[in-house]
């Protein structure tokens, strides 16, 4: 087993396959706790291990059990006059964001958009909130910006989580939300990979083997929340959140300078 491993990993060494498996039980972890933020730590460390073409397809591909899991609380606790118009926008606008890909420069939005989110961050922190407004079409015109966002550079997850986040109610209803939001960034994204043919044997593998640490992860991140971690949700996801723009405006700046 350990050498079907090494040669289904690309013949990386242990260490690499180990560090993996702990970005993946952290990225479980988050999934479950915060609803968000599972993507970037599994894309940044299987980019180096494996290279990004194969990281991407491998983060959707083995998130979808974990979505599933996450699915019944998001249903029972999120607000469906705000996920439901915000996740139909969203599948709407993400294949016109995958068309504004090839004329515009990624790292340039990645980089702005990154700026936006950690605006956000410090805005929400001192209570202010978003004037998205109730009204559906308000949700409607936030949900399709992040379908452009997520269609265009892939990085649509933070700002539909500042809207989310942005909304008032317990963190029970906030969390689940985010969890509706992301779910639908994530369904959105597996057609364009799919249509360019990135869900390889290599890929449907490695996310086979990934799956169990990544729902168990999941699960203990969910338990957190309900028995003690509820109580601090809000400002965990906005330091997450922050987390996630500042690695992603690093990354972007180095990628920019870099071409």
């Known amino acids: ?24 039980l952290l990225a479980g972890f988050l999934r479950g706790f915060v609803g968000f933020g599972a993507a970037l730590v599994i894309v940044l460390v299987l980019s180096i291990v494996l290279g990004p073409v194969v990281a991407v397809p491998i983060s959707s591909l083995a998130g979808i059990p974990a979505m599933c899991q996450l699915m019944p609380n998001a249903i029972r606790y999120s607000e469906r006059r705000f996920v439901v118009p915000f996740g139909l926008a969203t599948f709407a606008a993400a294949p016109l964001g995958t068309w504004i890909l090839v004329s515009v420069n990624a790292d340039l939005m990645k980089i702005a958009i990154s700026g936006f989110v950690l605006l956000m961050v410090v805005m929400l922190y ?14 409607i015109y936030a949900g399709a910006a992040a379908g452009l966002v997520q269609g265009a550079g892939g990085v649509g997850g933070p700002p539909a989580v500042a809207i989310a986040l942005s ?44 799956v169990p640490l990544y729902v168990v992860s999941t699960w203990v991140g969910a338990r957190f929340f309900s028995h003690s971690g509820h109580r601090h949700y809000r400002l965990a996801a906005l330091l997450a959140l922050a987390a996630i723009g500042v690695v992603t405006m690093a990354h972007s700046i180095r990628d920019f300078a870099a071409g």
């Open 1 to 24: 087993m350990p050498e079907t491993l090494q040669g289904l990993f690309g013949g990386v060494s242990y260490a690499s396959m180990a560090v993996v498996a702990g970005a993946v």
């Open 126 to 139: 001192r209570g202010w909130r978003l004037p998205v407004g109730s009204g559906r079409f308000g949700l």
């Open 167 to 210: 909304r008032p109610g317990t963190s029970h209803q906030q969390r689940a939300n985010v969890i509706g939001v992301v779910n639908a960034l994530t369904l959105c994204s597996l057609v364009p990979l799919w249509y360019h043919g990135l869900f390889t044997r290599e890929v449907v593998l490695i996310s086979i083997v990934l």
